[in-house]
């Protein structure tokens, strides 16, 4: 039941994008010549019963047309779903950035984002513990702008020459191909405990980050620094921040092993849903800047891309607001075709040397080539900038635009210089200066050395319930390993991170801590490297506790889109239920009727209620909150199936909110509410505001503890 239904807005490029789109409704089928079909159910043959003509081009064209479908799947972020919006600046940062999507208040700017998961398939669950890749397409007014980020501030490696053994150690193991987007097995554990440099993006996937309730409820960071360059050419080193308006998020584990089987799509699927209701996703754009000359003031290396900086250090600057606002028209155009390339940037945003960064530089480019087939995948619609597009590049599989003219080169005198430079001052592109003096060397830089201060400090500035899950989740992944000398060497890096995490996971894993292990600890060197020099070392300490780290500390002050099952059969309370439904719909919440069957539920003032879903159809993981309305009748009819029963005690166990109507009602008794009477987010027959405030609060993590005893 969607509230507050609005028109899709789309943006200018949703705009342009029309002139590409094919509507068939109310249209004669034809080949692809126009070519009118009177039979496409029938093969042209030799007799009725006879064998298929060669002669069937009617058949050919059809087949050879499906046989053909398929592109390559991305190599990573297999599996994504998109949606068209737009983004506005809240104020000029003219001082440290000429672009103008970073200058001109009065601009809305087309976007298109894809969010992902990495290891899975195009076809694999959205709930796999996995990072989220989180990519925005700007069509800004000086060409188009890429920023290709991920849910998680920092990444698993410095150096780019890295990334196929990190993803073919991530990826189904090649002999047999399992398991399927998931990281608990042999191989990833041997790169990771070996890969010292790993471990903290490997800790962020440990914890419920890697879990997000919705793509609406994570953070987007861009990662790498880059530069910002003003229009005196300074230039200023950025990262960059997306930050939701309804907060961040997560599930727990327990869901989000059942999500992948009552609903593969759930996140798709929110999202889909969430722009078609007009509750459209926002997040807001924020900037740490760090001067130039602050380059070296940091206890790590701004370019090495496996640190953050706490938002502690340098403030997060908040200057715009992203709105997704249109879902694409179809998949396979936008979502799929579409190419985004780090390299992608505009006058006033500039690459740094880090390593990673430099290495996607070639790298999207040329994964494009292979998936999208040739050089012209810029003229695919999705992937066309808002502005024009004139050079000298010429043919190629698939070039759909007519060049005209006599010449392809520059300079030239015959096409009067034309396609012609532009100056700075005219918006031409010019790298930032950077001063090099530098000897060409294959190394890692000892700057990029400490691999444990940073894990360490994200564990730190954790909640007790966040530390819990981080804890549960090696042991999980860890359980899933075969290779107990893999297991221990993870116990021993765990260990250097936080001796009592690991002892929480040796616990689990029946295992001691080895007291050491095989040196040196980080192989990820050159095999002439200086050993020693290369090594983490032990960790540092330089902030206590970064407090914007935690999920604690997010926002708890919106419902809007959250999904709320009542539990309804016949004879349910009109009068408590319409007090409730209307509270909660006007908080923009999402409620869905569940009964024993589909079709329609008669509540005891007559009326008929359409059901969204009979309880054989769905679960309690889908859900955010439950809501079970009084009436004798019905509540005896809930008690009858089972499965309403563990649908309650589930939804108990995953810490959600729960509002019951009636003291007397049956169902407390007959499920572990009983035993949950006292509990902050349990709500018996209270009013619809403390039922509110409850799922605004997400989860109350409160009852972690108490909640092992349901055997649900
Ligand atoms: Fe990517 N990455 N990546 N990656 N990445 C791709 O490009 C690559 C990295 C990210 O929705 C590929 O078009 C290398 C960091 C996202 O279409 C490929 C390295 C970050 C997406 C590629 C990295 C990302 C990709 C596969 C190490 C966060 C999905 C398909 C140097 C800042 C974009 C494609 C979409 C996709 C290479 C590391 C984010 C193969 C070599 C760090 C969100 O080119």
């Given at each position: 039941?969607?509230?507050?239904?609005?028109?899709?807005?789309?943006?200018?490029?949703?705009?342009?994008?029309?002139?590409?789109?094919?509507?068939?409704?109310?249209?004669?089928?034809?080949?692809?010549?126009?070519?009118?079909?009177?039979?496409?159910?029938?093969?042209?043959?030799?007799?009725?019963?006879?064998?298929?003509?060669?002669?069937?081009?009617?058949?050919?064209?059809?087949?050879?047309?499906?046989?053909?479908?398929?592109?390559?799947?991305?190599?990573?972020?297999?599996?994504?779903?998109?949606a068209?919006g737009?983004?506005?600046?809240?104020?000029?940062?003219?001082?440290?950035?000429?672009?103008?999507?970073?200058?001109?208040?009065?601009?809305?700017?087309?976007?298109?984002?894809?969010?992902?998961?990495?290891?899975?398939?195009?076809?694999?669950?959205?709930?796999?513990?996995?990072?989220?890749?989180?990519?925005?397409?700007?069509?800004?007014?000086?060409?188009?702008?890429?920023?290709?980020?991920?849910?998680?501030?920092?990444?698993?490696?410095?150096?780019?020459?890295?990334?196929?053994?990190?993803?073919?150690?991530?990826?189904?193991?090649?002999?047999?191909?399992?398991?399927?987007?998931?990281?608990?097995?042999?191989?990833?554990?041997?790169?990771?405990?070996?890969?010292?440099?790993?471990?903290?993006?490997?800790?962020?996937?440990?914890?419920?980050?890697?879990?997000?309730?919705s793509f609406r409820?994570?953070?987007?960071?861009?990662?790498?620094?880059?530069?910002?360059?003003?229009?005196?050419?300074?230039?200023?080193?950025?990262?960059?921040?997306?930050?939701p308006k309804l907060?961040?998020?997560?599930?727990?584990?327990?869901?989000?092993?059942?999500?992948?089987?009552?609903?593969?799509?759930?996140?798709?699927?929110?999202l889909?849903?969430a722009i078609?209701?007009?509750q459209f996703p926002e997040w807001?754009?924020?900037?740490?800047?760090?001067?130039?000359?602050?380059?070296?003031?940091?206890?790590?290396?701004?370019?090495?891309?496996?640190?953050?900086?706490?938002?502690?250090?340098?403030?997060?600057?908040?200057?715009?607001?992203?709105t997704l606002?249109?879902?694409?028209?179809?998949?396979?155009?936008?979502?799929?075709?579409?190419?985004?390339?780090?390299?992608?940037?505009?006058?006033?945003?500039?690459?740094?040397?880090?390593?990673?960064?430099?290495?996607?530089?070639?790298?999207?480019?040329?994964?494009?080539?292979?998936?999208?087939?040739?050089?012209?995948?810029?003229?695919?619609?999705?992937?066309?900038?808002?502005?024009?597009?004139?050079?000298?590049?010429?043919?190629?599989?698939?070039?759909?635009?007519?060049?005209?003219?006599?010449?392809?080169?520059?300079?030239?005198?015959?096409?009067?210089?034309?396609?012609?430079?532009?100056?700075?001052?005219?918006?031409?592109?010019?790298?930032?200066?950077?001063?090099?003096?530098?000897?060409?060397?294959?190394?890692?830089?000892?700057?990029?050395?400490?691999?444990?201060?940073?894990?360490?400090?994200?564990?730190?500035?954790?909640?007790?319930?966040?530390?819990?899950?981080?804890?549960?989740?090696?042991?999980?992944?860890?359980?899933?390993?075969?290779?107990?000398?893999?297991?221990?060497?993870?116990?021993?890096?765990?260990?250097?991170?936080?001796?009592?995490?690991?002892?929480?996971?040796?616990?689990?894993?029946?295992?001691?801590?080895?007291?050491?292990?095989?040196?040196?600890?980080?192989?990820?060197?050159?095999?002439?490297?200086?050993?020693?020099?290369?090594?983490?070392?032990?960790?540092?300490?330089?902030?206590?506790?970064?407090?914007?780290?935690?999920?604690?500390?997010?926002?708890?002050?919106?419902?809007?889109?959250?999904?709320?099952?009542?539990?309804?059969?016949?004879?349910?309370?009109?009068?408590?239920?319409?007090?409730?439904?209307?509270?909660?719909?006007?908080?923009?919440?999402?409620?869905?009727?569940?009964?024993?069957?589909?079709?329609?539920?008669?509540?005891?003032?007559?009326?008929?209620?359409?059901?969204?879903?009979?309880?054989?159809?769905?679960?309690?993981?889908?859900?955010?909150?439950?809501?079970?309305?009084?009436?004798?009748?019905?509540?005896?009819?809930?008690?009858?199936?089972?499965?309403?029963?563990?649908?309650?005690?589930?939804?108990?166990?995953?810490?959600?909110?729960?509002?019951?109507?009636?003291?007397?009602?049956?169902?407390?008794?007959?499920?572990?509410?009983?035993?949950?009477?006292?509990?902050?987010?349990?709500?018996?027959?209270?009013?619809?505001?403390?039922?509110?405030?409850?799922?605004?609060?997400?989860?109350?993590?409160?009852?972690?503890?108490?909640?092992?005893?349901?055997?649900?």
């Amino acid at each position: 039941m969607a509230t507050n239904k609005k028109e899709n807005l789309g943006s200018a490029k949703t705009e342009a994008l029309k002139a590409s789109e094919k509507d068939s409704t109310g249209k004669v089928m034809t080949t692809n010549q126009g070519l009118k079909v009177n039979d496409t159910n029938n093969s042209l043959k030799s007799g009725e019963r006879g064998s298929t003509l060669l002669e069937d081009f009617l058949l050919r064209e059809k087949i050879t047309s499906f046989d053909h479908e398929r592109i390559p799947e991305r190599i990573v972020h297999a599996r994504g779903s998109a949606a068209h919006g737009v983004f506005e600046l809240y104020e000029s940062i003219e001082q440290y950035s000429k672009a103008g999507i970073f200058t001109d208040v009065k601009r809305t700017t087309p976007v298109f984002v894809r969010f992902s998961t990495v290891a899975g398939s195009k076809g694999s669950p959205d709930l796999a513990r996995d990072v989220r890749g989180f990519a925005v397409k700007f069509y800004t007014q000086e060409g188009t702008w890429d920023l290709v980020g991920n849910n998680m501030p920092i990444f698993f490696i410095q150096d780019a020459i890295k990334f196929p053994d990190l993803i073919h150690s991530v990826k189904p193991e090649p002999n047999k191909e399992i398991p399927q987007a998931a990281s608990a097995h042999d191989t990833f554990y041997d790169f990771v405990s070996h890969t010292t440099e790993t471990l903290h993006n490997h800790i962020w996937v440990m914890s419920d980050r890697a879990i997000p309730r919705s793509f609406r409820m994570m953070e987007g960071f861009g990662i790498h620094t880059f530069r910002l360059i003003n229009d005196k050419n300074e230039s200023h080193f950025v990262r960059f921040h997306w930050k939701p308006k309804l907060g961040v998020h997560s599930l727990t584990w327990d869901e989000a092993v059942k999500i992948n089987g009552a609903d593969a799509d759930f996140h798709r699927r929110d999202l889909w849903d969430a722009i078609d209701a007009g509750q459209f996703p926002e997040w807001e754009l924020g900037v740490q800047i760090i001067p130039q000359e602050d380059e070296f003031k940091f206890e790590f290396d701004l370019l090495d891309p496996t640190k953050l900086i706490p938002e502690e250090m340098v403030p997060v600057k908040i200057i715009g607001k992203m709105t997704l606002n249109k879902n694409p028209e179809n998949f396979f155009a936008e979502t799929e075709q579409v190419a985004f390339l780090p390299g992608h940037i505009v006058p006033g945003i500039d690459f740094t040397n880090d390593p990673l960064l430099q290495g996607r530089l070639f790298s999207y480019r040329d994964t494009q080539l292979s998936r999208l087939g040739g050089p012209n995948f810029n003229q695919i619609p999705i992937n066309r900038p808002v502005v024009e597009s004139h050079n000298n590049q010429r043919d190629g599989m698939m070039q759909t635009e007519i060049n005209k003219g006599q010449t392809a080169y520059f300079p030239n005198s015959l096409s009067g210089g034309c396609p012609h430079l532009a100056k700075m001052a005219e918006g031409g592109f010019h790298s930032y200066e950077e001063r090099i003096d530098a000897k060409k060397i294959r190394t890692r830089s000892a700057s990029f050395n400490d691999h444990f201060s940073q894990p360490a400090l994200f564990y730190r500035s954790l909640a007790k319930w966040e530390q819990q899950h981080v804890a549960d989740a090696y042991t999980f992944e860890l359980g899933k390993c075969n290779h107990d000398h893999i297991k221990e060497r993870m116990l021993w890096l765990i260990a250097e991170i936080d001796e009592d995490l690991a002892k929480k996971v040796a616990k689990g894993l029946g295992l001691e801590i080895p007291s050491d292990i095989e040196r040196p600890i980080n192989q990820a060197i050159g095999a002439d490297a200086n050993i020693e020099e290369q090594q983490p070392p032990k960790k540092k300490n330089y902030l206590d506790s970064a407090p914007t780290l935690s999920q604690a500390n997010t926002k708890f002050d919106s419902i809007v889109s959250r999904k709320i099952a009542v539990l309804v059969a016949n004879g349910f309370s009109m009068k408590n239920y319409k007090a409730m439904a209307d509270a909660l719909e006007k908080e923009g919440a999402v409620l869905n009727l569940v009964a024993p069957h589909g079709g329609m539920v008669t509540c005891d003032a007559g009326m008929k209620h359409k059901v969204d879903a009979a309880i054989m159809t769905t679960e309690s993981v889908l859900f955010d909150a439950v809501y079970i309305p009084g009436g004798k009748e019905s509540v005896n009819e809930l008690m009858g199936e089972a499965k309403f029963l563990k649908f309650i005690n589930e939804a108990l166990k995953h810490c959600k909110a729960i509002a019951v109507d009636g003291k007397d009602n049956a169902l407390i008794d007959k499920t572990y509410l009983a035993k949950f009477k006292d509990d902050a987010a349990v709500l018996i027959d209270e009013k619809p505001d403390a039922f509110i405030n409850a799922i605004k609060q997400h989860r109350n993590w409160d009852r972690s503890e108490k909640v092992k005893e349901i055997p649900a």
